[in-house]
């Protein structure tokens, strides 16, 4: 347990305390609390206001996409973006079983199941290889899309994620996902200030959600972001997450199930205060990532740095222990000091509600489901 004494005292040193360190929590120290204070000031805290289209713009401008739309969670972002890229009630959407459970969520809530797919061991992200693989057996491309032939259901999507901020291997699953007709919807709730050859994650597939949880890189309390690059999309986007009104000065006319899901302006306001500190936060969260790179490499355990192809935004930070038991020691050891560590997610098929979907055979997922821990990953 030498090596996690070091451990202790370097986690300890990045964040200056004795108390409890957690494993990711926001930092307030720019514009916050002038921009919440200014909602109360004018009264618009609620559905009108002006920071909802300026933290729009700068998504729109920080993803480089057409249009972004600003919703209450991220969650709710995905379950529109599958939607709005056309996953219907009997559909089926191709994701991985390694994720939090709110990628699974937003496809049920399309009343649509999930087929889960490995992910690689090197991205822990869905497996273009695997995807293939699946396709190759089970897909038929009829008039109206791909099908999965043993279930008769149509595959009306691909969601990927990527996981902790790592991106997947985007080009290969693009690829796969244009040859066998599916569109790509990213969940790029982990991902904000993440980049795959240049590109940032979410702009890439057809539609995407970002999450903006009090967990995440930066937050808006709560909330979630849809983007796309399809105009068309992109205007529905807004619309049926406002409930899907007709313009109208005083008529109340709706012509879809809608939802009311827009962003408060009191969350849109702390939402654009914390973009503007974005910048600073990665470049705090490289910093730290190099030095438990260095530090773990001294130690014999395997820091998960990203991939040359790749830029990661360090979301949470993470190593990968040689197995289970080594796993249980060092949880136990790092939480007992007042250090949270945390296992990676159960599969999603190991959960009461998604036990019975069709999955390959998840050896990747099986591997990092019992080696992978995150560390503290706070802005220090
Ligand atoms: C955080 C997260 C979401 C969305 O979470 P919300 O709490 O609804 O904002 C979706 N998918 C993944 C993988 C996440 O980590």
């Not at 399309?110 to 992200?125: E, K, R, S, Y």
């Not at 291997?169 to 991902?191: F, T, Y």
Request: net charge negative; glycine share 8%.
């Amino acid at each position: 347990m030498e090596n996690i004494n070091q451990l202790i005292s370097f986690v300890r040193e990045q964040y200056k305390t004795d108390k409890f360190i957690p494993l990711h929590e926001p930092r307030f120290r720019g514009n916050e609390k002038k921009y919440v204070l200014d909602t109360i000031d004018s009264t618009f805290v609620s559905s009108v206001g002006a920071y909802v289209d300026q933290f729009e713009q700068m998504m729109q401008t920080f993803t480089q996409t057409n249009k972004a739309v600003a919703v209450v969670n991220g969650t709710s972002s995905l379950q529109v973006a599958l939607r709005l890229a056309g996953v219907k009630a009997g559909d089926e959407v191709i994701t991985q079983a390694l994720t939090f459970i709110a990628t699974a969520n937003a496809i049920m809530y399309n009343q649509a199941v999930p087929v889960f797919i490995d992910v690689d061991l090197d991205t822990m992200g869905l497996s273009p290889k695997a995807v293939e693989a699946f396709l190759e057996q089970y897909g038929e491309i009829r008039e109206d899309g791909c099908y999965n032939k043993s279930t008769g259901k149509r595959i009306a999507a691909c969601m990927p994620m990527h996981t902790f901020g790592f991106p997947v291997h985007l080009d290969e699953l693009l690829a796969v996902c244009k040859k066998w007709q599916i569109p790509l919807v990213e969940d790029a709730a982990e991902s904000l200030g993440s980049y795959y050859k240049g590109k940032h994650t979410g702009s890439m597939g057809l539609i995407s959600g970002f999450s903006f949880n009090g967990n995440k890189t930066v937050t808006s309390g709560g909330g979630g972001v849809i983007v796309t690059n399809d105009a068309e999309l992109g205007k529905h986007a807004k619309y049926l997450t406002t409930t899907a009104k007709r313009p109208h000065p005083y008529e109340f006319f709706h012509d879809e199930l809608g939802y009311n899901f827009r962003m408060p302006n009191l969350n849109a306001a702390l939402a654009c205060a914390q973009l503007e500190e974005l910048d600073g936060f990665l470049a705090d969260k490289r910093d730290l990532a190099e030095g438990y790179a260095n530090l773990f490499r001294g130690l014999g355990i395997k820091f998960r740095e990203e991939l040359p192809e790749a830029k990661a935004n360090y979301w949470l930070m993470c190593v990968e222990l040689e197995n289970k038991i080594e796993r249980e020691h060092f949880l136990k050891y790092t939480n007992e000091a007042g250090i949270m560590t945390r296992p990676i997610w159960n599969l999603m098929h190991r959960l009461p509600m998604y036990l019975n979907f069709q999955r390959d055979e998840q050896k990747n997922a099986e591997f990092l489901e019992e080696r992978i821990v995150n560390v503290p990953s706070s802005v220090r």
